[in-house]
Nanobody, 124 residues
Framework: VQLQAFGGGLVQAGGSLRLSCAAS????????MGWFRQAPGKERELVAS????????HYVDSVTGRSTISRDNAKNMVYLQMNALKREDTAVYYC??????????????????WGQGTQVTVSS
């Protein structure tokens, strides 16, 4: 599976962005998907994850209520809609795929495929 994340950019605090991740390869619909982020000087953290069936989702506390992860298996796409953005959301965002059907764990080693990252910068 190859993943390509896009949709990042510069946005003012309080604004919104929708990140997209395009997947190629077989069996995309059987993978759990996650969005991670890494800010300068900080460890990479899981932002949100979604099961292959879309029935289960998980969010880190800091984005709960402000973000929505979704996927379209017919189009091999995963999305992260982020609203009410804060400066602390500034980071490089990565999409990742896991052969598990679902995981809420933030352990990077559970994910098997990674995209190249897209920069999100939130200005005050």
């Amino acid at each position: 599976v190859q993943l390509q994340a896009f949709g990042g950019g510069l946005v003012q605090a309080g604004g919104s962005l929708r990140l997209s991740c395009a997947a190629s390869g077989r069996s995309f619909s059987s993978y759990a998907m996650g969005w991670f982020r890494q800010a300068p000087g900080k460890e990479r953290e899981l932002v949100a994850s979604i099961s292959w069936s879309t029935t289960k989702t998980h969010y880190v506390d800091s984005v709960t209520g402000r973000s929505t992860i979704s996927r379209d298996n017919a189009k091999n796409m995963v999305y992260l809609q982020m609203n009410a953005l804060k400066r602390e959301d500034t980071a490089v965002y990565y999409c990742a795929a896991s052969v598990l059907d679902y995981t809420a764990s933030g352990r990077s080693e559970l994910y098997d495929y990674w995209g190249q990252g897209t920069q999100v910068t939130v200005s005050s």
